[in-house]
């Protein structure tokens, strides 16, 4: 079993920055890929980038490739996803989720997700 608690997010203008941070319970976390998902009002829950347990493998989606970085620390049991030039676009509520699958870019696959953080990028 794997508890997700997500932190970090808030409202900042375009072209500032944010770092949100996942921090999880359970001894197990290093064994899990992680993921980082974004929902917009109206809009499906779509991915944003993930990392697979080592850490040596990271994936993004192309809307925040070179903008957005993902990293883990598995000391600390936490993953964090560092903004960069955030755009109107970004503003979502952010989700942090577990797989044991491998690296996996679609919702279903994940069984542990936390409640999410809100970003709000004002124009």
């Known amino acids: 079993q794997v508890q997700l608690v997500e932190s970090g997010g808030g409202l900042v203008q375009a072209g500032g920055s944010l770092r949100l941070s996942c921090a999880a319970s359970?001894?197990?976390?290093?064994?899990?890929?992680m993921a980082w998902f974004r929902q917009a009002p109206g809009k499906e829950r779509e991915f944003v980038t993930g990392?697979?347990?080592?850490?040596?493998?990271?994936g993004y989606a192309d809307s925040v490739k070179g903008r957005f970085t993902i990293s883990r620390d598995s000391a600390k049991n936490t993953v964090y996803l560092r903004m960069n030039t955030l755009k109107p676009e970004d503003t979502a509520v952010y989700y942090c989720?577990?797989?044991?699958?491998?690296?996996?870019?679609?919702?279903?696959?994940?069984?542990?997700w936390g409640q999410g953080t809100q970003v709000t990028v004002s124009s």
């Open positions: 989720a577990a797989t044991n699958l491998g690296p996996t870019r679609t919702p279903r696959d994940y069984a542990y």
């Open positions: 359970g001894r197990t976390f290093s064994s899990y890929a």
């Open positions: 990392i697979n347990w080592s850490g040596g493998t990271t």
